[in-house]
């Protein structure tokens, strides 16, 4: 049950970022969005480890600040945080949950917030050596609004 739970978990993962990339979506595409980013991170509940669960909670705050969710994507984004900042995690993923409080606060209307943790995002980034790495979160803090 593991490899078809681990791969169920990367399907509706990989589902996901193809809603949050979708141009235009519909009241029903931002509730299969949120329906599949949870149902990720629940799949990998019992079968992850901090780097799944900390990207499964971070991709639920995602999703919940893009569908109208504050309290939801500072829930998420929270939890992602703080187990990043307990964990043997890369530098990059920390900085990503810094652009996943970010986001929460600028979905919530808190500028202040918002603008403190993307410079803590931007902060952390300056310190990771690989330049992919590094693009990848700084694409995603230039979609912050505000940010």
Not at 15 to 29: G, K, N
Request: hydrophobic share 45%.
């Amino acid at each position: 049950m593991t490899d078809q739970q681990r791969g169920l978990a990367v399907q509706c993962y990989n589902q996901t970022w193809d809603l949050i990339d979708q141009v235009a979506r519909t009241p029903a595409d931002d509730r299969q969005m949120l329906t599949l980013a949870m149902a990720s991170r629940a799949l990998w509940d019992d079968i992850g480890a901090d780097e799944q669960w900390i990207t499964g909670d971070w991709q639920v705050a995602h999703v919940a600040a893009l569908t109208g969710h504050p309290d939801l994507s500072l829930d998420f984004a929270a939890a992602a945080y703080e187990r990043a900042s307990n964990a043997d995690v890369p530098l990059w993923l920390r900085a990503s949950t810094c652009e996943g409080l970010a986001r929460a606060h600028a979905a919530a209307g808190h500028e202040a917030e918002r603008d403190a943790w993307a410079l803590k995002a931007r902060e952390l980034l300056e310190q990771v050596d690989d330049a992919d790495d590094r693009a990848l979160i700084e694409g995603q803090l230039a979609t912050v609004d505000g940010a």
